[in-house]
């Protein structure tokens, strides 16, 4: 029989807080921040989208992250480190 994947977190991954910006917090039952694991942009969306399946749309429509200040968009290997601060934004576009 095959294990199912591992989609609990494992103790000694790091982990980000993440704020959330604006509507996104409905997708999360109202939380202005959350944890997730990750080191990079990729795999803190990819946590996002897995522990809070509301947020999905919203990640498939394009979503941007602040990391330290600075805005990213599908910058997937961006790193993160447990202390940055991080904030999810629904896409961030402009000249």
């Known amino acids: 029989m095959a294990k199912p994947p591992d989609t609990a977190p494992s103790p000694g991954r790091p982990r980000v807080k993440v704020r959330l910006w604006g509507s996104l917090r409905a997708a999360t039952g109202g939380k202005e921040e959350v944890e997730v694991e990750g080191?990079?942009?990729k795999?803190?969306?990819?946590a996002l989208a897995r522990d809070y399946p509301a947020l999905r749309p919203q990640i498939e429509r394009g979503v941007s992250?602040?990391?330290d200040g600075v805005i990213y968009k599908e910058s997937w290997f961006t790193p993160i480190n447990p202390d940055s601060?991080?904030?999810l934004m629904p896409l961030m576009v402009g000249g």
């Open 39 to 41: 080191t990079n942009f």
């Open 85 to 87: 601060e991080v904030v």
């Open 43 to 46: 795999q803190v969306i990819d």
């Open 65 to 67: 992250l602040a990391i």
